[in-house]
């Protein structure tokens, strides 16, 4: 069983990516087990700062790190929030005050289009040369009425049009199949794989 530990914070997250990588004969560990500081997000790309936060984690832990860098991008904001999508609404994160400030800011928008996009980095080591990278998106389109009660951050304001529901409203174990998060996770496991030569 691999040892590797979540460089992330965000419990949402956290019990997606446990329930995709638990059954795959990984030991996971959140950072929070090796109290781990909270890595710096200081570059405007999910893929630097994902990179950072899994050296990070990687470092203090001294194990094999992934990080997951993620956000909503929506089209009639030009992508905003973007990477800064934790942090939309000012420190301390919120997702109730993020969430508000989204819905305000697109009032009065006829276009409700957005996608979610997940970047994951694995680091064998911090200074790691060669780190596996994956990623995916989800598309859909904010609402302005909040539905469901799982998931998780930006979810209950996220319409999955094909399904006719939110983010918050389907099972965690579908929402794993279709979203941003799992897709990039997939495509991981997929390049471990060929990495290992199983492929
Ligand atoms: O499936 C999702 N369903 C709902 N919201 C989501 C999802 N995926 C990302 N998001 C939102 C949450 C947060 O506002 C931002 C991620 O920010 P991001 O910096 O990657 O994570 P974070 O600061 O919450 O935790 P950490 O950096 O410790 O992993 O995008
Ligand atoms: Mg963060």
Not at 88 to 108: T, Y
Not at 166 to 194: C, D, F, W, Y
Request: hydrophobic share 40%.
């Amino acid at each position: 069983m691999k040892k590797i530990v979540i460089a992330s914070n965000n419990a949402g997250k956290l019990r997606e990516i446990d329930a995709i990588l638990a059954p795959l004969d990984f030991e996971v560990f959140p950072q929070s087990a090796f109290n781990i500081p909270e890595a710096e997000e200081p570059y405007c790309t999910f893929i630097e700062n994902c990179l950072t936060k899994a050296r990070h984690a990687s470092a203090h832990s001294g194990l094999p790190a992934l990080a997951d860098d993620s956000g909503i991008c929506v089209d009639a904001l030009n992508g905003a929030p973007g990477v800064y999508s934790a942090r939309f609404a000012g420190e301390p994160k919120s997702d109730e005050r993020n969430n508000q400030k989204l819905i305000e800011s697109l009032q009065g928008h006829a276009n409700r289009k957005a996608h979610y996009y997940c970047v994951i980095v694995l680091v064998r080591w911090p200074e790691d040369p060669q780190p596996i990278i994956a990623e995916g998106a989800m598309y859909g389109e904010i609402i302005d009425t909040p539905r469901g009660a799982g998931g998780f951050g930006y979810d209950p304001y996220f319409l999955i049009p094909e399904l006719g529901q939110t983010g918050a409203e389907i099972p965690m174990a579908q929402k794993n199949k279709i979203s941003h998060r799992g897709k990039a996770l997939a495509e991981l496991v997929e390049k471990l794989k060929s990495v290992r030569g199983e492929g």
